[in-house]
């Protein structure tokens, strides 16, 4: 109708009607995806700044994994080649810990053990110091630090004051080590966890789900 009289549209013809509503849908779900698309993308970009961010404790690392390392290595390769002075300081410890229960040792199986132990550290204190398996090297020599803290420094079986403040000079060193080599132990260098991993995978589909089951059901919404 034409003059001052409202301007009436026809409507679409039945037949065009589908078209159109399935068109709508179509962009509706490419601007959809795009969005996703950026979210996920500035998610990336957002967990590599986050390690990105860690580069500048590499040179920290470089410098205190071989500090931690060098005395096990040091320590290792001298019961390596001198296992008698080793055995001579555990023969210190032996009557407390027979005390307690641990059953005697001979002179030829201490210094095999002794050995042993030293090749250990050896070995863990290298990939430690070289950055091979750094968090397993490690956890390694922690475990190692207990029975070396309790051989070389024997509060209870020193007699005197000097020496027996020398000796819980020398236990709280090797704390400080051990508590070192713990923290070393869980350094991931800025990485995430695997757990934080399979995590975020698992949040990332149920997003990619719910806007897919989203667009469907505005898609069949809009053709209903």
Known sequence: MSGYGPTIR????ARRLPGLLAGRGAAWSARNAARVARTRGALSLARAAEVGQDKG???????ARPLLAASFVVDGIDAIARPKRHVERMRRVTPALERVGVPPVMDSDAALAARALGAVSVAAGLGLATGRAPRTSAAVLAAINVPLAVVNHPVWAVKGREARLDAVSGLLRRGALGAGLLLASVDRAGRPSLAWRAANK????RAIQAAKAAVRQRYEGASA
Do not use: F, K, T
């Not at 026809?10 to 013809?13: E, L």
């Not at 698992?202 to 589909?205: D, L």
């Open 10 to 13: 026809a409507a679409p013809p």
């Open 57 to 63: 404790m590499d040179l920290l690392r470089a410098v």
């Open 202 to 205: 698992r949040e990332q589909r």
